[in-house]
């Protein structure tokens, strides 16, 4: 069994699954409402299992991905705006329902997984304002 993630950090009560990647692997056109992100070869650890990464903070393995998420084909466009003074919560946003396609691969010794080609669903891109931005 196989878990790849990036973990907790800070360990056990920060962000989970969430990592930094290179600058250059994604593209964003929203006027076209296209975006692609692409990693290559990116280091990640393998926990074995969901309930082990959530708990132990102890990696089995460690791996590499290769991903390729591509966004395209507006579906429908929209915006929002919230303003709410009880929440505090104040934001705007303009999004995109496109289709949406993944390819991934994951290997580390002794072990290779490639997903199906193709495959087409539902994606959401979008530009947000908040905090400071708002207006």
């Given at each position: 069994m196989h878990d790849f993630n990036p973990g907790v950090h800070p360990f056990p009560t920060g962000l989970f699954w969430t990592t930094a990647i290179p600058s250059d692997s994604f593209d964003f056109d929203f006027e076209d409402a296209e975006?692609?992100?692409?990693?290559?070869?990116?280091?990640i650890d393998d926990y074995g299992n969901v309930v082990d990464a959530l708990t132990k903070d102890k990696e089995i393995n460690t791996g590499h991905i290769n991903v390729e998420l591509n966004w395209?084909?507006?579906l429908k466009r929209g915006n929002a705006r919230v303003n709410d003074p009880a929440t505090k919560r104040k934001f705007?946003?303009?999004w995109i329902n496109d289709n949406a396609s993944l390819e991934w691969s994951a290997t580390e010794p002794g072990f290779k997984f490639r997903s199906t080609s193709g495959g087409t669903g539902f994606g959401q891109i979008a530009r947000e304002?908040?905090?400071k931005f708002f207006k």
């Amino acid at each position: 069994m196989h878990d790849f993630n990036p973990g907790v950090h800070p360990f056990p009560t920060g962000l989970f699954w969430t990592t930094a990647i290179p600058s250059d692997s994604f593209d964003f056109d929203f006027e076209d409402a296209e975006a692609e992100l692409e990693l290559e070869n990116f280091e990640i650890d393998d926990y074995g299992n969901v309930v082990d990464a959530l708990t132990k903070d102890k990696e089995i393995n460690t791996g590499h991905i290769n991903v390729e998420l591509n966004w395209s084909g507006v579906l429908k466009r929209g915006n929002a705006r919230v303003n709410d003074p009880a929440t505090k919560r104040k934001f705007t946003t303009s999004w995109i329902n496109d289709n949406a396609s993944l390819e991934w691969s994951a290997t580390e010794p002794g072990f290779k997984f490639r997903s199906t080609s193709g495959g087409t669903g539902f994606g959401q891109i979008a530009r947000e304002r908040n905090g400071k931005f708002f207006k």
